[in-house]
């Protein structure tokens, strides 16, 4: 195992070394120096309990300069992600870096500042779980970037994203919707009624006029879903007949 010194006047609980053979090696390191960080996408959603692929490790920092400026202290390079890597942010408004420990590539790490992420304060805590943001935080962070981009390419990502927190227990749960901010919790009971098409421009725009009518004090909850007011609903007697045809074109493709 490789492993590397880190400031002794800094601690990591039960430890005093960086574990480059670790994913989280740059977690060590930052809880070593005491730079602020929240675990993101994948890795939080897998904390909740979402069945998600862990892929690249993906961290909100308060300042990327001076997270970048302690992980290259001990040794990371600038890396690359996979040219297959989804849109993960937003152009217009994320700063990021990616940085790779040259020992080993599985240390792969992005950094991305926590600021343009609503609700989202990283801890300095020397416990790693504490590192993870609550759920309805996760939610709400995540929900008002979907609305608030004009990428479609990272409100895709975030689509895929948020389709995976709702595998998570406790969102399927009647009390998450008061956990939540008041002026995202009509977008959690929309995307839990399955009637509208959540990532569609008409959809966004319906939502965004609730969520401004919501931060107004305007707003009454509709539990039942607001696709009777507007948005683009989903025609699931078309998606039944679709699907039948898809099935049976397999059975007909598999019985020759």
């Known amino acids: ?51 998600t692929i862990l892929f690249s490790l993906y961290l909100l920092v308060n300042s990327v300069p001076e997270a970048q400026r302690c992980l290259k202290s001990l040794g990371w390079m600038p890396g690359e992600l996979s040219a297959y890597a ?31 992420w609503p609700g989202i304060v990283p801890s300095t805590d020397d416990r790693d779980e504490a590192h993870y943001p609550p759920l309805p935080q996760l939610h709400n962070a995540l929900a008002q970037r979907f609305l608030d981009t004009e990428c479609d390419a990272f409100r895709r990502y975030l689509n895929l994203q948020l389709g995976y927190l709702y595998e998570c227990p406790a969102a399927a749960s009647p009390d998450f919707v008061d956990a939540l901010p008041p002026d995202i919790q009509q977008f959690h009971l929309d995307w839990r009624s399955e009637t509208l098409r959540m990532h569609a421009k008409k959809t966004i725009e319906h939502e965004r006029e609730i969520r401004a009518q919501a931060r107004q004090g305007q707003w009454k909850l509709m539990h039942e879903g607001t696709a009777a007011l507007g948005g683009l609903k989903i025609d699931w007697e078309y998606e039944a007949k679709l699907l039948a045809k898809m099935q049976g074109n397999e059975t007909q493709r598999t019985s020759t």
Request: hydrophobic content about 40%.
């Open 1 to 51: 195992m490789s492993t590397a010194p880190v400031n002794p006047s800094s601690s990591i609980v039960d430890a005093t070394m960086v574990d480059y053979n670790n994913r989280r090696a740059a977690c060590q390191a930052f809880r070593a120096h005491h730079i602020p960080y929240t675990y993101w996408y994948e890795d939080a959603l897998r904390y909740h309990g979402s069945s």
């Open 86 to 116: 989804p849109q993960y942010f937003d152009p217009a408004a994320d700063e990021h870096v990616v940085l790779v420990h040259p020992e080993n590539p599985k240390t792969i790490v992005v950094l991305m500042f926590s600021s343009v």
